[in-house]
Every structure is written in C-alpha cells, then in structure tokens.
C-alpha cells in the first residue's frame, strides 16, 4: 500500500512538472471565428465613424463656454489648453499601445503570439467602438472651451465637443491589461508584472497630459479608466481556453486528464 501511495504521488508530480514545460510556449487565448469575426466587425464598423466627425455639430455653447456650467469636480480644469501636453500625451499613448502588445513576442515569437496580440488589438479596437459613438452622444465640451487660450479654429470645430469619456486612457488600459493576463496564464509572471507597471504608468500619464492639455476633465479620465478596465477583463474572459479531457496511461496507473487555463 506505501508503495503504490508513493507511485501516485509520482505520478501526480511528473503530471504537473509536464504541465509547467508546456505552459510557457502555450497561446493565452482561443481563438474562434463565431466569436472573434462579428466582434472585429462590429467593432471596425462603430469605430469608423470618427472619421465622419467634422460632419457633426460643434457644442451649442462654442466657441466659448461658461465655466458656471460645469460641475464643482470639473471646474478648476475648465479652460486649460496646453499643445505640448497634447503631444506629449499622443507620444506616451502611441508607446503604450506599441510596447505593451509586443511584449507577448519578448518569450517567444510564433503564430500563438500574434493570436494573442490579436487579441490584445481587438480590445482596442472594442474601445474605440464604445467611445466614438458615446462621444457623438454626450457630445460634451473639452476644457479648451472654457478660455481663450485655443485658437478660436480649435473652439469651432465638431471635435471639441469630445470630451466624455477619454479613449485614450481606456484603450491604454484595456491593452494593458489584456496583455498581463496573457502573460500570467502562459506563466510569465515576472513578464506580466513588468508590462502592468508599464502600462498603469502609461495609462496614468496620458489621463494627466489628457487634462493638462485642455481635452478632458478629470472625470472623463475616470470614465476612461473604468471603460478600458471593464474591456480588459472581459475580453480575456471571453477568450478563456476551453478545458481539455485527454486519457492518461502509464505501466501501472490510469486515468483522465482535465487541462485548461483560467
């Protein structure tokens, strides 16, 4: 009886040791045309219609809006406007959302690594289709509105009427964190915690350089990090790999083998 507990025993621990081998070159993701097409689809779709948005209207207090209008949270931001830190805020943005996704090729490039950036950009993608059209909606006036510092081109235009809610920090975010789940369920952790520190501070950065430069109040940044947040967590859940049952022989044992990533 002590021998063949001992026999299971090693059996369990070569089981998991052959787990442990195989995980780190294992794609995070599943991948499946019924859920991943209309997904890419619907998402390209909603999100073009930025491209038709000098078509919109301005905001009707343009091109110079009363800071009275603007809740107590919000007021002390009402009128900055800021090009460098709109440029700074792009760069950091453009580096995150570079960074971040090419990490899942650092430990290995394969084709399972560019289905999970795929569908890293997928999330991005989902953002932006939440964004636009909640953008057009709300159509709430940018900081930038609320002086006379931007030029009055600037204060005219359709677009200054995007305020709610920053797509930027929340397509930071959502990579971000669709990225470190990918990393953590291929077992790279040390991998996983570098690009989050990564891409919070990114995130963090563009939400300050986002109000800084005159295009959002603070709360269109926390909108942003809730939205991004919530796509980060439920793509990866929706991609999660199916369990797998495979037989298990060996000379003196026998048995079923439940594998998955969760």
Request: charged residues 15%; hydrophobic residues 50%.
């Amino acid at each position: 009886m002590g021998a063949l507990a001992l026999e299971m025993l090693a059996l369990v621990g070569g089981g998991r040791a052959r787990a442990a081998e195989g995980q780190g070159s294992e794609h995070a993701y599943e991948l499946s045309y019924e859920l991943d097409l209309p997904i890419l689809l619907l998402s390209a779709s909603l999100s073009s219609s930025y491209l038709y948005m000098n078509q919109a209207a301005p905001p009707r207090c343009a091109p110079l809006c009363s800071r009275s209008d603007v809740n107590f949270f919000d007021r002390p931001f009402a009128g900055l406007y800021s090009p460098t830190w709109e440029t700074v805020g792009n760069v950091v943005t453009a580096s995150t959302l570079v960074l971040v996704p090419a990490s899942l090729f650092i430990h290995e490039l394969s084709w399972r690594g560019v289905g999970d950036v795929l569908v890293v950009g997928e999330a991005i993608l989902l953002t932006a289709a939440i964004q636009v059209p909640v953008s057009y909606a709300v159509n709430r006036p940018r900081p930038l509105l609320y002086s006379q510092k931007a030029p009055l081109a600037e204060r005219e235009v359709p677009r200054s009427g995007g305020a709610f809610f920053s797509g930027h920090v929340a397509n930071c975010l959502a990579a971000t964190f669709v990225a470190t789940t990918a990393l953590r369920r291929t077992e790279h952790r040390q991998l996983a915690w570098a690009v989050l520190a990564v891409g919070l501070a990114g995130s963090a950065f563009v939400g300050v350089a986002r109000v800084a430069s005159g295009n959002h109040f603070p709360s269109d940044v926390l909108a942003g990090y809730a939205v991004g947040a919530s796509i980060g967590i439920a793509v990866p859940a929706l991609h999660a790999r199916h369990l797998e049952l495979a037989p298990l022989a060996e000379d003196r044992a026998g048995g079923l083998v439940v594998s998955g990533a969760f």
